[in-house]
């Protein structure tokens, strides 16, 4: 069974890294950075051009007619370059909204979506008022909000669609990672149309853990890279530093990581494609494994950089950064294992096996 990338799906990835080696660099980030905005606007006009919105969409409805293995690969480049746009929410955004009166603007970049998601049940209640919905409750900080036209609101009992054109914008808010936007959606009463069912709001989480997977993925690659290369030309006592053997260790247990995150996430990503019956364990287990391994891979980064590696003007910090926003979107680990054991739970309770 050949698990790597297909001819066609390696040939994207290349054309995503060289238009983000581009307009991505680690120059074009700092600069993004430091004029303040909330989003990169040169690179979402390239990304758009080259269709990366409609990666997932069919041809029919005027996508590529890819799938999520190929946003995942989209997503992971990405991540390497620690890309200052909300591609993640839009993907899932559009793949909620296919059908609505919003979908063409949002295939077409004309106008910017974002999805609203919470661990806690009862973060948002949706009610019928009148001869429609409404939304009361806060979830969890939203990426994207602040130049969004419409966010997806996700509860158990399905998705939700809010107008923010028509119900304002929400400030952007402080945040420790630089390259996105955070904002608070507070809806009080607020009017929502409905656009999916309670499975809807499953598939769209495991889609949204897939991505966020392959975004740690990317990061994590990148990192390693660096502090590979820093190994071999850091000098200490008259030799490369990678010649020493608790270097060398740190370097071998970031490969490991990485190569199991590269296995979990394509897995995961293949999983929501052909929507298989496990794509729920399999998206949950990416996210429980790329969580944890990318903790570790930036811990061993900085360890291996030194002092170099927590200053600003080494671009360690911002995948680091990237990496504490990509591990608790859309569920931390813990989150993803009570979820995976309830999975499993509800397996064997009907006399399945866990395997």
């Given at each position: 069974?050949?698990?790597?990338?297909?001819?066609?799906?390696?040939?994207?990835?290349?054309?995503?890294?060289?238009?983000?080696?581009?307009?991505?660099?680690?120059?074009?980030?700092?600069?993004?950075?430091?004029?303040?905005?909330?989003?990169?606007?040169a690179l979402w006009a390239a990304m758009v051009e080259q269709g990366w919105l409609g990666v997932a969409v069919p041809e029919d409805e005027g996508g590529?007619?890819?799938?999520?293995?190929?946003?995942?690969?989209?997503?992971?480049?990405?991540?390497?370059?620690?890309?200052?746009?909300?591609?993640?929410?839009?993907?899932?955004?559009?793949?909620?909204?296919?059908?609505?009166?919003?979908?063409?603007?949002?295939?077409?970049?004309?106008?910017?979506?974002?999805?609203?998601?919470?661990?806690?049940?009862?973060?948002?209640?949706?009610?019928?008022?009148?001869?429609?919905?409404?939304?009361?409750?806060?979830?969890?900080?939203?990426?994207?909000?602040?130049?969004?036209?419409?966010?997806?609101?996700?509860?158990?009992?399905?998705?939700?669609?809010?107008?923010?054109?028509?119900?304002?914008?929400?400030?952007?808010?402080?945040?420790?990672?630089?390259?996105?936007?955070?904002?608070?959606?507070?809806?009080?009463?607020?009017?929502?149309?409905?656009?999916?069912?309670p499975d809807d709001a499953v598939a769209l989480l495991d889609r949204a853990a897939v991505g966020a997977s392959a975004e740690l993925l990317g990061g994590?690659?990148?990192?390693?890279?660096?502090?590979?290369?820093?190994?071999?030309?850091?000098?200490?006592?008259?030799?490369?530093?990678?010649?020493?053997?608790?270097?060398?260790?740190?370097?071998?247990?970031m490969v490991v990581d990485v190569e199991g995150m590269r296995s979990v996430a394509w897995y995961g990503a293949w999983a929501v494609a052909a929507d298989?019956?496990?794509?729920?364990?399999?998206?949950?287990?990416?996210?429980?494994?790329?969580?944890?391994?990318?903790?570790?891979?930036?811990?061993?980064?900085?360890?291996?950089?030194?002092?170099?590696?927590?200053?600003?003007?080494?671009?360690?910090?911002?995948?680091?950064?990237?990496?504490?926003?990509?591990?608790?979107?859309?569920?931390?680990?813990?989150?993803?294992?009570?979820?995976?054991?309830?999975?499993?739970?509800?397996?064997?309770?009907?006399?399945?096996?866990?395997?």
């Open positions: 069974m050949d698990f790597e990338l297909s001819d066609d799906q390696a040939a994207l990835q290349e054309a995503a890294r060289d238009l983000l080696d581009g307009h991505a660099s680690s120059d074009r980030v700092r600069k993004h950075l430091a004029s303040g905005d909330a989003l990169d606007e590529l007619g890819l799938g999520w293995v190929e946003a995942a690969v989209l997503l992971e480049e990405a991540g390497r370059h620690v890309a200052p746009v909300p591609l993640l929410g839009d993907l899932l955004s559009i793949s909620a909204l296919r059908g609505s009166r919003w979908a063409d603007a949002l295939l077409a970049g004309e106008q910017r979506g974002c999805v609203a998601w919470s661990a806690r049940q009862d973060a948002v209640v949706a009610t019928r008022e009148g001869s429609g919905w409404a939304l009361t409750g806060r979830p969890d900080p939203v990426v994207g909000a602040v130049t969004a036209g419409v966010a997806v609101v996700v509860t158990p009992a399905g998705l939700w669609a809010v107008d923010l054109d028509a119900t304002g914008h929400p400030p952007r808010e402080p945040a420790m990672d630089l390259t996105q936007s955070l904002s608070w959606l507070t809806f009080d009463h607020t009017p929502a149309t409905e656009v999916g069912g994590a690659a990148r990192v390693l890279e660096m502090a590979a290369a820093y190994a071999k030309d850091r000098v200490q006592f008259g030799q490369p530093i990678g010649a020493f053997q608790a270097v060398k260790h740190r370097c071998a247990d298989d019956p496990d794509r729920s364990v399999a998206a949950s287990t990416a996210k429980i494994w790329c969580s944890d391994a990318a903790r570790r891979v930036m811990a061993s980064g900085l360890q291996v950089h030194g002092g170099i590696g927590f200053t600003w003007e080494h671009d360690l910090h911002l995948f680091m950064k990237r990496s504490q926003l990509d591990k608790v979107s859309f569920g931390d680990a813990a989150y993803h294992r009570e979820r995976l054991a309830g999975l499993l739970r509800r397996r064997v309770a009907e006399g399945g096996s866990v395997i």
